[in-house]
């Protein structure tokens, strides 16, 4: 039974998929727009906004805790660009715009992320 299991898993273990979520975060938060899968883009906008949340704080328990989920370049970004860019906005931070062209090579649904 899956009750109370929460996130997608994308066919990879703990390890790799918190790698890999950290990786795709950074690159949204370096670029503020990045292109992906729709499921993978959902996933992502759970992780980074609560990362925006936790910026938002501008306390250094909340900076080590962004450094150690993000990579530093991305943390720092977060906590001195992009939370106070959202200080007085209570949540959604992000966009997800759905493509309507399919992925080639197995025609998944694509979609598009950026910060608002």
């Known amino acids: 039974m899956r009750h109370l299991k929460k996130g ?20 949204l938060i370096q670029q503020e727009r990045v292109t992906t899968t ?34 530093k370049s991305a943390a720092y970004k977060v906590y001195h660009d992009l939370a106070p860019r959202y200080g007085e906005r209570k949540g959604g931070y992000t966009r997800i715009t759905k493509q309507t062209k399919r992925r080639v090579h197995d025609a998944s649904k694509m979609a598009t992320i950026e910060f608002v």
């Open 38 to 71: 729709e499921a993978r883009a959902k996933e992502l906008r759970r992780f980074v906004e609560r990362m925006v949340t936790h910026g938002k704080k501008q306390n250094i328990a909340s900076l080590r805790l962004l450094i150690s989920r993000l990579p």
């Open 8 to 27: 997608k898993k994308f066919g990879l273990k703990a390890g790799p998929r918190k790698a890999f979520m950290r990786n795709l975060a950074g690159n």
